[in-house]
């Protein structure tokens, strides 16, 4: 029998997970991260990590009869993820934690912990589908795909996953649809079956990332306040520090203007904000750094695309590369390409690889 640990939220998600391997016939055991000292830290609807989801993980394996542990990765999540999204905020990019997260903490030392422990897979409830395909005489590849509900897929999330890395996963939930995994979480009486989904940042409480940066005495004096700046350089306001503003921000700037002006680019070097009409704020072409393969790109020549965000779709590019460095151009300009945000190649449905983005060039 296989043993597969199943990284456990206090969600419905990763809940469904172990329940249909259960079902399955694998030697399930619960494992719950604790990432962030929560129980010091007001926790609000909508996000994850509190000890209310540590206990919430302890019910829904005790209802399945099976093990449940939790681990302790607050030091680990602390020197990757927090600092990772600190730095990136002060140097004027726009990080995605969540994806930090998956490769540092849950892929680079879950998973680690799971094999020195005897199992043989790590299960998360990600909506992504891992395709094994074989051949005689050669080893097994994985590809990454995306998860059968659109408007779920985490492929995105996932893109730092390796082959070693998929060869040791499972996504149970990846060819399901949210609402048939909520109707059978409901038909199997599963504690957290009604239980609402996380969206938000979750060591970031509830006065916003700017708060948190405040809280946490990291912004050099110097850079809390400066100019905002018109594409022509005329001074048109005053910001009060770049980590507080995002690419492609239309609101809370103060500024008086005839027309709609929106964050075009953060210029850390100068410390100001610059700014532009709407249409300033579109982009085809940027350049991508830190490139990572799920599969071997040269095996993929059909169209390929690129997904700047994960809520946005992902649109037709030509993907050049060179080591860990790509240059993207993409066939219709995409608002606010934003730095620091990840790019993830896609060919179809397969997730290729994907990077971070350094540098964007605005169309004028």
Not at 77 to 96: C, H, Q, W
Not at 278 to 300: G, H, L, N, Q, T
Not at 317 to 337: C, H, M, N, W
Request: aromatic share 10%; proline share 2%.
């Amino acid at each position: 029998m296989k043993k597969v640990l199943v990284a456990m939220s206090g969600g419905v998600d990763s809940s469904v997970a172990a329940y249909i391997l259960k079902k399955e016939g694998y030697d399930v055991v619960g494992a719950t991260m604790k990432l962030w000292h929560s129980d010091s830290m007001k926790q609000k609807n909508g996000r994850c990590c509190s000890i209310e989801d540590i206990a919430d993980a302890r019910r829904v394996c005790h209802h399945l009869g099976i093990k449940h542990y939790v681990f302790n990765f607050e030091h680990l999540f602390e020197s990757t993820v927090v600092k990772n999204f600190i730095d990136e905020y002060l140097a004027g990019r726009t990080p995605n934690p969540c994806i930090v997260c998956n490769d540092s903490v849950k892929f680079d030392a879950l998973l680690p912990k799971a094999t020195t422990m005897g199992f043989d897979y790590l299960a998360t409830g990600h909506y992504a589908i891992i395709e094994k395909h074989t051949k005689k005489h050669t080893r097994p590849t994985y590809l990454l795909k995306k998860g059968i509900d659109v408007k779920k897929d985490q492929s995105y999330f996932l893109y730092r996953m390796n082959q070693k890395r998929l060869s040791k996963t499972l996504f149970p939930v990846g060819e399901m649809t949210k609402k048939e995994v909520r109707a059978l979480a409901l038909a199997q009486k599963l504690p957290v079956a009604r239980k609402s989904e996380s969206y938000d940042v979750c060591f970031v409480g509830d006065g916003g990332y700017g708060k948190f940066l405040e809280e946490r005495n990291v912004m050099e004096r110097k850079y809390l306040s400066g100019n905002i700046v018109d594409v022509e350089g005329k001074i048109r306001g005053q910001h009060c520090g770049l980590p507080f503003y995002t690419i492609g921000q239309r609101n809370g700037l103060g500024i008086s203007s005839k027309e709609r002006l929106y964050v075009l680019s953060l210029d850390k070097n100068r410390n100001e904000v610059i700014v532009g009409n709407k249409e300033d704020a579109f982009s085809k072409k940027f350049y991508v750094s830190d490139v990572v393969w799920c599969s071997d790109a040269s095996r993929f020549s059909g169209a390929l695309s690129v997904k700047i965000r994960y809520l946005s779709e992902d649109v037709p590019a030509l993907i050049s590369y060179r080591g860990r460095r790509a240059k993207v151009e993409l066939d219709t300009p995409q608002f606010a390409v934003t730095t620091g945000q990840s790019a993830v190649f896609y060919c179809g449905d397969t997730v290729i690889g994907g990077g971070l983005i350094s540098a964007v060039e605005r169309n004028r």
